[in-house]
């Protein structure tokens, strides 16, 4: 069974930073496209970045230019750099691996406050 382990969420000031992990197992890793979402309260699961396993990412236009996904096959590790952040980035963040179907992890709470 695939297994997600997100870490590194927490409570944050407007323009602070925060990395995320996702420790991926149970599957071929450098495969497989990966991506993180997020959920805000009262609001539907949205895409934040996506990463190929050629290294080919994509984002959602809110957090471009903010955010960065990566990807370490070495350590079957996705990434999330999230500079500058912002009040509406609140939200449990979740990793997934991405197919036919889609594993999530169990999430990771990210609070911007001041």
């Known amino acids: 069974q695939v297994r997600l382990v997100e870490s590194g969420g927490g409570l944050v000031q407007p323009g602070g930073s925060l990395r995320l992990s996702c420790a991926a197992s149970r599957f071929i890793f450098s495969i497989t496209p990966m991506a993180w979402y997020r959920q805000a309260p009262g609001k539907q699961r949205e895409l934040v970045a996506r990463i190929t396993s050629g290294n080919t990412t994509n984002y959602a236009v809110s957090v471009k230019g903010r955010f960065t996904i990566s990807r370490d096959n070495a350590k079957n590790t996705v990434y999330l750099q999230m500079n500058s952040l912002k009040f509406e980035d609140t939200a449990v963040y979740y990793c997934?691996?991405?197919?036919?179907?889609?594993?999530w992890g169990q999430g990771t709470q990210v609070t911007v406050s001041s």
């Open positions: 997934a691996r991405e197919g036919p179907r889609t594993d």
